[in-house]
C-alpha cells in the first residue's frame, strides 16, 4: 500500500513536470477517494449532506506528508482530484444504470435497494451541462470542475489555471448561472433559440 | 454551440453584459441593460435569464453534487454488493461481487462473459503506484513462466491487463477457503496434521522453484485451505509483476509497498534481490505461527517498523517455548521440529534451507518419525541422506531405512520420539507399512520387504537391550512381525512365518488394539493352514472374527485393502463362537 511519502513524492515530480508521476498517481487518488467516502459514511451515518470536495479534502490529508508540499503542489493536487472525484460520481451512476440493465450478469439486490426504483440523478444532468460547456468555453467548465468537485479557493483555482483571481470569479458566476439553467432545463427562458 | 466565429462572439458579449450586470446593485442592473444591448432583444433576455438562475445558482449546485456524493458514500458503505466496480468488465470477465479487500487491493468474484459455460473466477484490482502500460508489458513478459506452474496446490492464474481508469487486474483461479492459519484454528487441527498441510504448502513452493518462479509474498491469506482440506497458494508470482521499478523504488521508497511486513524475509525488507531462501523465510514464519497458533513476533505485528528492528536483531524463543500461543500445541512440539522452523527462518539466507523442498523432506521426516536433517544426531542424518541418495535403494529398502533410522533415533533419543510416538504414529506408520505390502502384494522384490521387516524387528529387539523400549514401541513390533510373516509365506518358509505370526499375536494381544489383533491372527491361521494345521488355522480365523467388529476399519492393519476387505467378508459367513477366546 502506498504511504504518504510515496504520493507526496509522486506529486512533487508531477508539478516539476513529470508526467509519468501523474500515471502512477491517478490509480492511487481514484482508490483512496473511493475509500474515503465509504469510511466518511460509516463515521456519520446521518450526513446526508456530504460535499465532495469534503472527500477531496481527506483524501488529501491521508495520501501526502503536507510538511513537504508548497502552495502550488496543493493546488495541483487538489485539481486532479476534482477530476477523479467527478469521474467516480459519474461513473457510479452509469454503471449502476449498467448494473441495472443486467449485462450479463445478476446481481441479487436487497429489497429497497433496486437500482431500478431510483430517479435518473441530477448529478448525471450536471455532468452532461458541464460536457456541453466544455466546447464551448472549456476554462469555464474547468472552474465549476475545480470549485464543486475539487473544493478548491478562488486562489487555487487562478493558481492551478494561471489566471486572475478576478476572472476566476467572474467565470464562476457565469458558468454557474448558465449551468443551473441548463440543469433545471427551461430552456423557454432564454432568449431566442440561440 | 461555439462553432462559428458568430457563436463566439455572441457567447463573448453574453458574457460582458453579465459581468458588467453583477458589478452593480440590483436595482440599477434593468437601466443597464437596456443600455448596453443597445436594443437587442435577444441578447437582453439571455442576460437577464442567466441573472435570474445566478442568485440560486451555487446553492442549487452545491446540493446536486452533495446528493450525489452522500449517495454514493451511503452505498460505498452500506452495500458492498453495489460497489462502483460491480459490473465492470476486465478483458473476458466481468465483476459480480466484491470478496475481499486488501492492501494490494480489491478482489472481485467475476464470470467469465465470452463462453457459454460459467466460468467463476477471482478478479484483483491492484491499487498500485505501478503504470498500468508497464503491468501490461510486464504481466505479458511473465505470463509464460506463470502459466507454466501446473500443480494442485497453486492456484492458476488466467488473465491480467488493466482497467478502463487505468488500474492493473489480475484474473485467477477462485478457490473458497480459508487462510491456514484459521483453518487449522477452527478444525482445532492437532499438531501433526499441522505439520502435514506445512508439508504440502513447502512443497508446492519447491515445485515453482523448480520451476523458477518465486512467490515472494508467502502469508497465511496467500495459503487457503478449502473445505476438502486441500491446499491452494495464491498470488504465485504475482508480487514480482506489481514490484515498483527499480530506478522508482529508490527515489519513492516504495519497494515496501507490496511486502507484508511480518512475513517479509529480512532481504526483503533491505531491498535485496530475493531468492529460494526468501520464499523458505516467510514459510519459517508461517510454520511458526501455524504450529504455535502465535505469530513469532505478535506483539509487534501493528508496528512494522518495530517487527522489522525485531526480526533483524533477536532470534524469537522456539515453537515450543513461545510466549503465548497454544500450550496443547506447544507441548508436542519437541527440539527437533524446533529446529526445522528456526532454521527455515534464520536471518541469514545462507542458513535457511536452500529450497522449500528441503523444508518439506524435513516436515515430512519429524511427521514420520525419522531423524531431521538438522537434529542432534548428524550421523543418522548424514547415513538417511546417503540412502536416499542411492538410486539402488529400491522402495522397501527406502521404507526399510526409514523404519531403522527411526528406530535408531528411538533408542538415542527415546523421549522425544516417545512424545510423538504417542501423538499417533500408527497411520503414519501403516503408510510405510502399506508400501512395503504393496510391494508384497505387486509382485515385487519380496526379498527387499522381508529384509525390511527383519531390520524393524532387528532395531525393536536393539532398543530393548539397551532399555529403551517400553510398551509405546508394542505396536510397530506387532506390525513388523505380522508383515514379516506375511513375507515369510510369500517365501514359502512357513515355519518361519508360523514363529513370526505367533509372536506378532502375543504382542498384539497385550496392546488390545483389535485390527492389529486381527491381521496377527489372520497372518498365524495363514501360516498354520500353510503347515496343514487345519483345525488351528481355523481356530485363529475364528479368534480373528470374533475380534473384528463389523464395519472395523482394517485396511490399516491388513497388508492390502482388498485383504481387508476378504477378511470382513470372511468373517460375516463365520458365525461368532459362543465363548471368547482367551
Known amino acids: 500500500m502506498a504511504g504518504p511519502t510515496d504520493i507526496t513524492g509522486l506529486l512533487v515530480k508531477w508539478s516539476q513536470g513529470d508526467k509519468n508521476a501523474l500515471a502512477e498517481l491517478t490509480p492511487i487518488l481514484y482508490d483512496e477517494l473511493r475509500r474515503v467516502a465509504a469510511r466518511v459514511v460509516r463515521h456519520e451515518p446521518q450526513n446526508l449532506t456530504l460535499q465532495p470536495t469534503d472527500l477531496v479534502h481527506e483524501a488529501f490529508i491521508r495520501l501526502t506528508d503536507q510538511t513537504r508540499l508548497t502552495s502550488k503542489d496543493r493546488a495541483h493536487f487538489l485539481a486532479l482530484a476534482a477530476r477523479a472525484m467527478r469521474q467516480i460520481l459519474i461513473d457510479h451512476w452509469r454503471r449502476r444504470r449498467a448494473a441495472k440493465r443486467g449485462g450479463g450478469i445478476k446481481i441479487s439486490l436487497e429489497a429497497g435497494k433496486d437500482v431500478a426504483a431510483a430517479a435518473p440523478p441530477e448529478i448525471i444532468a450536471l455532468d452532461d451541462a458541464l460536457r456541453a460547456l466544455e466546447k464551448i468555453d472549456a476554462r469555464k467548465a474547468k472552474v465549476i470542475e475545480l470549485r464543486y468537485f475539487g473544493g478548491l479557493t478562488t486562489a487555487e483555482i487562478a493558481e492551478v489555471l494561471g489566471i486572475s483571481t478576478a476572472t476566476v470569479g467572474r467565470e464562476i458566476r457565469f458558468a454557474q448561472a448558465w449551468l443551473y439553467r441548463e440543469l433545471k432545463g427551461e430552456r423557454e427562458d432564454r432568449g431566442g433559440d440561440r | ?582
Open chain 2, 1 to 582: 454551440m461555439a462553432e462559428t466565429v458568430e457563436d463566439r462572439d455572441w457567447w463573448r458579449r453574453v458574457e460582458e453584459v453579465f459581468a458588467g450586470a453583477l458589478d452593480l446593485p440590483e436595482a440599477d442592473r434593468a437601466a443597464y441593460l437596456e443600455k448596453a444591448c443597445a436594443g437587442d432583444a435577444t441578447l437582453q433576455a439571455e442576460v437577464q435569464s442567466l441573472l435570474r438562475y445566478e442568485t440560486v445558482s451555487q446553492e442549487g449546485l452545491d446540493r446536486v453534487v452533495a446528493e450525489a456524493a452522500a449517495t454514493y458514500a451511503s452505498e460505498r458503505a452500506s452495500d458492498n454488493e453495489v460497489s462502483s466496480d460491480l459490473g465492470l468488465r476486465v478483458g473476458r470477465f466481468q465483476i459480480v461481487r466484491e470478496l475481499a479487500r486488501g492492501g494490494m487491493g480489491v478482489v472481485y468474484l467475476g464470470v467469465r462473459t465470452d463462453s457459454d459455460y460459467a466460468q467463476v473466477v477471482a478478479i484483483k484490482l491492484i491499487r498500485s503506484g505501478l503504470r498500468s502500460d508497464r503491468f501490461v508489458r510486464r504481466f505479458r513478459a511473465e505470463k509464460q513462466f506463470l502459466a507454466s506452474l501446473h500443480h494442485p496446490n497453486i492456484a492458476m492464474i488466467l488473465d491480467g491487463g488493466s482497467t478502463p481508469d487505468g488500474r492493473p487486474y489480475i484474473v485467477l483461479e477462485y478457490i473458497e477457503g480459508d487462510p491456514i492459519t484459521s483453518y487449522c484454528r477452527q478444525r482445532k487441527l492437532d499438531l501433526s496434521a499441522r505439520v502435514q498441510l506445512m508439508e504440502t504448502v513447502s512443497k508446492a513452493v519447491g515445485y515453482a522453484h523448480r520451476h523458477r518462479v518465486l512467490h515472494r509474498d508467502l502469508k497465511p491469506e496467500n495459503i487457503l485451505v478449502t473445505r476438502e482440506e486441500v491446499v491452494k497458494l495464491v498470488d504465485f508470482g504475482i508480487a514480482k509483476l506489481l514490484e515498483p521499478d527499480s530506478e522508482h523504488a529508490r527515489q519513492t521508497t516504495s519497494s515496501f509497498r507490496f511486502l507484508t511486513p511480518a512475513y517479509a524475509s529480512p532481504e526483503q525488507i533491505a531491498g535485496k534481490p530475493v531468492s529460494p531462501p526468501s520464499d523458505v523465510y516467510s514459510l519459517g514464519i508461517i510454520l511458526y505461527e501455524v504450529l504455535t497458533g502465535r505469530h513469532p513476533w505478535e506483539e509487534f505485528r501493528s508496528t512494522p517498523y518495530k517487527l522489522f528492528m525485531e526480526a533483524n536483531r533477536k532470534t524469537p524463543p522456539p515453537p515450543s517455548r513461545s510466549p503465548g500461543g497454544d500450550p496443547e500445541l506447544k507441548r508436542r512440539i519437541d527440539s527437533d521440529l524446533d529446529k526445522v522452523v528456526l532454521k527455515a527462518m534464520a536471518r541469514d539466507p545462507s542458513e535457511r534451507y536452500a529450497t522449500a523442498q528441503e523444508l518439506a523432506a524435513d516436515l515430512e521426516r519429524w511427521r514420520l518419525q525419522m531423524p531431521v536433517s538438522v537434529g542432534e544426531h548428524g550421523r543418522l542424518s548424514r547415513f538417511w541422506r546417503t540412502v536416499r541418495k542411492n538410486p539402488v535403494a529400491s522402495g522397501a529398502i527406502a521404507v526399510a531405512v526409514l523404519l531403522a533410522a527411526a528406530l535408531a533415533g528411538v533408542i538415542w533419543r527415546q523421549a522425544a520420539v516417545e512424545r510423538r510416538w504417542r501423538a499417533s504414529t500408527y497411520p503414519e506408520l501403516a503408510r510405510a507399512r502399506d508400501f512395503m505390502a504393496k510391494q508384497l502384494a505387486a509382485g515385487g522384490d519380496v526379498r527387499a520387504a522381508a529384509d525390511s521387516f527383519a531390520d524393524c524387528l532387528r532395531y525393536l529387539r536393539q532398543a530393548a537391550e539397551a532399555g529403551a523400549a517400553d510398551s509405546a514401541l508394542d505396536p510397530l513390533k506387532a506390525q513388523c512381525s505380522t508383515g514379516a510373516a506375511w513375507a515369510a509365506l510369500r517365501q514359502d518358509q512357513a515355519e518361519k512365518a508360523a514363529a513370526l505370526a505367533a509372536s506378532a499375536v502375543e504382542t498384539a494381544r497385550s496392546i488390545g488394539q483389535p485390527a492389529l489383533l486381527a491381521a496377527a491372527l489372520f497372518a498365524d491361521g495363514d501360516a498354520r493352514s500353510r503347515r496343514g494345521d487345519v483345525s488351528g488355522a481355523d481356530e485363529r480365523y475364528r479368534e480373528a472374527c470374533n475380534v473384528v467388529a463389523p464395519g472395523m476399519d482394517l485396511s490399516l492393519a491388513s497388508p492390502t485393502p482388498q485383504t481387508a476387505e476378504q477378511w470382513l467378508e470372511f468373517c460375516r459367513e463365520v458365525p461368532p463362537t459362543e465363548t471368547p477366546t482367551r
